[in-house]
C-alpha cells in the first residue's frame, strides 16, 4: 500500500468512525511510554476496510473490548439465573445460556425421551415462565445474550422476545444471537430434529422476521466450533463453516430475500486450539475469504455484509482430565490467540470442563484469564499486532488457499447440504481426527500430562452435583404450567400452527404467540415433527 491509501483509510474509514466511537482512552503507550500507534504497516491493508483481513473496525479493541461472554447454564432457570448474576458480578460483559440436551432436541422434561437428562448438560427451558425465571433480575435491554440453540432455535428466540415484552423492552432493542445452525448439527454435533427442508425455512423465516423485528439481533452463528470438536483441522474448520453459510445465504435468497437484507445480521463462531500461529491465522484468513464470498459471489453491496464477526471459544477437545490445572496455561494460549485473531467476543473454558459442569471458582479464573489478557497484556492497545509477521502472513494466504480448494470441491457437489447427505464432511472429519488421535498414541503429538509428563496423583477438585430431584421439580412445574392456562387456547393454536408449517407463511410470529398462551417447548416441537417428520441420517 502507499501512503495515499492510508491517508485514504483514515479520511474515508477511520475519522468518520471516531466520530461515532471514540477510543477507550487517549493515549495507548507501554510501560516504558513508548506510544503504540493505532495500526503498524500498510502493506496488509487496513482494518475496518475491504476484505477486513486485519479487523472488521478501523480502532478494533482501542475502541470497544471483545464481549466476555462465559458459556453458563445447568439444572433449574433459578440456579443458572444465580450463575449468570455472579459472572456479571465479576466482570462478565455478554450472557451466554447452554441449555440441556431435552431442550435442545424439543422435548419437555416429563417427556419419556428426556428422562435421566434434564438440567444435565444446561438448563432446562421447555416453556415461557422458565425463560422469564431465567433471567429474573437481568434487564434484557442491558445485556446481549447468546443462546446455543439450532433445531428450536426459532422457539427459544420466541420465548426471549416476550420475556422482553414482560419486562417492557421493546423487541427492537433486543441484542443478542441464536445458533440455529443445523447444518453443523447434521455434521458433528446431532441435535437436529427436523429434515433439511423444514430446518432451513425455520432458520430464513428468522431471517425475514428480524430484519425488522429484532434488527439488532444476530440471526444465525455459523458454527466452526463444533466440527473442529469432531476433530478436524484448522482449514476444514474454515472451508467447512464458510461453506455452511454459502448454504444458508443461497438458502435466503431462494426463499426472497437481498442479500444486503439479511447478511449484516449474520455471525460465526469459531474454535481456538493450541497451534497458536495457525490459530491467529486462521481468523484472518477466514474474515478475508468471507468478504470476498459476500462481494464477489453474492453481490453483496453493503460492506457490513462483507463482514465476518465471530465469537470464539476456547477448545472443550484439548483440555485434559489429568492435571487439570494445566487446562489455564492451554486456555490462556488459545484466548490470546482468538484477540490477536481479532474476536468479537470471547469465552474461556474453566479448568474443569473435561471432568464436569464448571464450577465458580473455575469459572472466575477463565474470566479472570480474559480480563488479564484485555487490561494487562498490552496486545488490545494495537490493531492486528502480529500482522506483518512473515510466519502469520504466509499462514493467512497459505490457509486461505487451502479452504478455498475444500470449498471448490463442496461446490463441484452441489453444496454443503448436498456434501453432508453424501457423507464427504463427515468423513473428512473422522479421518482428520484418526490421524491426530494416532499422532498421539505414538508420542508424534506430545499432550502434557496425558502421552508424556505424567503423574499418578489423584485428581481434587471441588465437584458441581446436579441432583435428581432437578428432573421431578421441572416436571411438576410443567404439569402446574398446564393445569392453570387455557388449554382451549392452545388447542387452537396447535391447530394453527399445524396448518401454517404445512403452508409456506413465516412462522415466527405464531411462535411469539404460542409462547405467550404457554404452549410449552414439547408441544410446539411436537406439532411440527407430526407435520414434516424427524430427520434420520442415512449413512
Not at 422435548?107 to 428422562?115: E, I, N
Not at 413465516?506 to 430427520?535: A, H, K, P, Q
Request: aromatic share 8%; charged share 25%; net charge negative.
Amino acid at each position: 500500500m502507499t501512503d495515499l491509501s492510508r491517508e485514504h483509510w483514515e479520511q474515508q474509514t477511520l475519522f468518520p468512525f471516531l466520530k461515532k466511537n471514540p477510543e477507550r482512552k487517549e493515549k495507548f503507550e507501554t510501560s516504558s511510554g513508548i506510544p503504540l500507534e493505532r495500526v503498524y504497516g500498510d502493506d496488509g491493508g487496513f482494518p475496518g476496510e475491504y476484505p477486513f483481513t486485519r479487523g472488521v473496525q478501523p480502532t478494533m479493541y482501542r475502541g470497544r473490548l471483545w464481549t466476555m461472554r462465559q458459556y453458563a447454564g445447568f439444572a433449574t432457570a433459578e440456579e443458572s439465573n444465580q450463575r449468570y448474576k455472579f459472572l456479571l458480578a465479576k466482570g462478565q460483559t455478554g450472557l451466554s445460556i447452554a441449555f440441556d440436551l431435552p431442550t435442545q432436541i424439543g422435548y419437555d422434561p416429563d417427556d419419556v425421551m428426556a428422562q435421566g437428562e434434564v438440567g444435565k448438560v444446561g438448563v432446562s427451558i421447555p416453556s415461557l415462565d422458565e425463560m422469564a425465571r431465567l433471567f429474573e433480575g437481568i434487564p434484557l435491554d442491558k445485556v446481549s445474550t447468546s443462546m446455543t440453540i439450532n433445531a428450536p432455535a426459532s422457539i427459544l428466540l420466541a420465548m426471549y422476545i416476550a420475556v422482553g415484552k414482560r419486562q417492557g423492552v421493546e423487541t427492537k432493542k433486543l441484542r443478542g444471537t441464536i445458533q440455529n445452525d443445523i447444518l453443523k448439527e447434521y455434521i458433528a454435533r446431532g441435535t437436529y430434529i427436523f429434515p433439511p427442508a423444514p430446518s432451513m425455512r425455520l432458520i430464513t423465516d428468522v431471517f425475514k422476521f428480524c430484519k425488522t423485528e429484532v434488527p439488532e439481533w444476530n440471526t444465525i452463528s455459523i458454527s466452526g466450533y463444533h466440527v473442529r470438536e469432531a476433530g478436524c483441522t484448522a482449514v476444514q474448520e474454515v472451508a467447512f463453516t464458510l461453506a455452511n453459510g454459502i448454504e444458508y445465504v443461497k438458502a435466503a435468497i431462494s426463499a426472497g430475500l437481498d442479500v444486503d437484507d439479511f447478511a449484516p445480521q449474520l455471525a460465526f463462531f469459531f474454535n481456538a486450539h493450541n497451534q497458536f500461529l495457525e490459530e491467529v491465522a486462521k481468523f484472518r484468513a477466514a474474515r478475508r475469504m468471507w468478504a470476498t464470498i459476500m462481494r464477489d459471489r453474492f453481490g453483496a453491496k453493503n460492506p457490513k455484509s462483507w463482514m465476518l464477526r465471530f465469537h470464539t471459544q476456547t477448545g472443550g477437545s484439548t483440555l485434559t482430565a489429568q492435571q487439570p490445572m494445566n487446562n489455564v496455561s492451554r486456555v490462556t494460549i488459545q484466548a490470546l490467540a482468538a484477540v490477536l485473531g481479532g474476536t468479537q467476543s470471547l469465552h474461556t473454558n474453566g479448568m474443569d470442563e473435561a471432568l464436569q459442569l464448571p464450577t465458580e471458582s473455575a469459572v472466575q479464573v477463565a474470566l479472570r484469564t480474559q480480563q488479564i489478557i484485555a487490561y494487562e497484556s498490552g496486545v488490545a492497545d494495537t490493531v492486528d499486532p502480529l500482522a506483518g509477521s512473515y510466519v502469520i502472513e504466509s499462514l493467512t494466504d497459505e490457509i486461505e488457499k487451502r479452504a478455498f480448494a475444500y470449498i471448490k470441491q463442496i461446490d463441484e457437489m452441489g453444496g454443503a447440504l448436498s456434501a453432508i447427505e453424501r457423507g464427504y464432511v463427515q468423513n473428512e472429519i473422522q479421518d482428520a481426527a484418526y490421524r491426530y488421535q494416532k499422532a498421539v498414541e505414538s508420542k508424534e503429538q506430545i499432550v502434557v500430562g496425558v502421552n508424556e509428563f505424567v503423574v499418578k496423583d489423584d485428581v481434587k477438585i471441588q465437584r458441581l452435583k446436579i441432583e435428581d430431584s432437578v428432573e421431578k421439580a421441572q416436571c411438576e412445574k410443567i404439569n402446574a404450567l398446564k393445569a392453570k392456562r387455557d388449554n382451549s387456547r392452545v388447542n387452537e393454536l396447535r391447530s394453527r400452527l399445524e396448518t401454517t408449517a404445512r403452508g409456506s407463511e413465516n412462522l415466527m410470529r405464531l411462535f411469539v404467540e404460542c409462547v405467550e398462551s404457554d404452549m410449552t417447548l414439547g408441544e410446539i416441537c411436537g406439532t411440527l415433527r407430526n407435520v414434516w417428520g424427524e430427520y434420520r441420517p442415512t449413512l
